[in-house]
């Protein structure tokens, strides 16, 4: 913070009569010195909170967020973000569920002119996408943002960015069918108007684009003994070099 303090967030075990052990939000406070200035828990035993990022604003508030599993349902997960001052006061907290009953999680949180951001993973339907999350610094929701490339595939989402002037970039991965995937970006500006998606894969140099998963076949045009004295050359080691005996692969190259 603006006093160089140093706060410690983590997702805490602790003994409970519900489950082997609850999941609180554990925050612990030190000076620029290394020396503990306070330690809280936040929780309750009817809930498990899964830590995922952190912001701290120059005001003195702290905004966290990360997944709550509610034990009485115990189903899925849905996106919980929460603000507190620096000094340990909690302000406010919200929970967002997407559609459908499957996990929802923050991935990381920002804050730009004044605004909060989340961007994470959620589920519609029974199909996943990414979900992005704006907002005001009193708690309100501003808007919230789904994207899903088409029905019948899962988006995954695994980095995200805010720029100067609002505008929310997520990018990861789409699962096609089998292990197929193909990258994916989505850009919204700050009123979440959705400015642009990049579906496939990069366009290459040459007319054949491939996705960003692709399996490419070839042939050794040269025998292995060539190839093999090719390496060692390389190597500067000399011809009689034993592979085997060295534990010296030729996949490695």
């Known amino acids: 913070d603006q006093q160089n303090n140093i706060y410690l967030i983590r997702t805490r075990d602790i003994e409970g009569s519900i489950s082997d052990s609850m999941h609180y939000l554990g925050i612990t406070k030190f000076d620029s010195s290394g020396n503990q200035l306070s330690d809280t828990t936040y929780g309750d035993t009817e809930s498990i909170f899964i830590f995922k990022d952190a912001y701290a604003d120059k005001a003195g508030h702290l905004y966290i967020t990360g997944s709550t599993i509610l034990l009485n349902e115990y189903t899925s997960s849905d996106v919980l973000t929460m603000k507190f001052e620096l000094s340990g006061n909690f302000l406010w907290q919200d929970i967002i569920r997407s559609e459908g009953n499957r996990s929802d999680f923050a991935s990381s949180i920002f ?143």
């Open 111 to 253: 804050m730009k002119n004044g605004s909060l951001y989340i961007c994470g993973t959620g589920s519609f339907g029974i199909y996943t996408g990414f979900v992005n999350l704006k907002y005001r610094d009193n708690g309100d929701l501003g808007w919230v943002k789904n994207f899903n490339r088409y029905s019948g595939v899962d988006d995954f989402v695994q980095a995200s960015v805010v720029d100067n002037s609002g505008n929310v970039i997520s990018t990861g991965y789409t699962v096609l069918s089998g292990s197929n995937q193909d990258f994916v970006t989505v850009k919204y500006d700050s009123n979440g108007n959705k400015t642009y998606t990049r579906p496939d894969g990069y366009p290459q140099n040459y007319s054949n684009k491939f996705r960003g998963l692709t399996t490419i076949e070839y042939a050794v045009t040269h025998s292995l003994n060539t190839v093999a004295y090719k390496v060692l050359d390389m190597l500067t080691l000399d011809r009689s070099f034993d592979f085997v005996k060295n534990k010296l692969h030729m996949d490695s190259f």
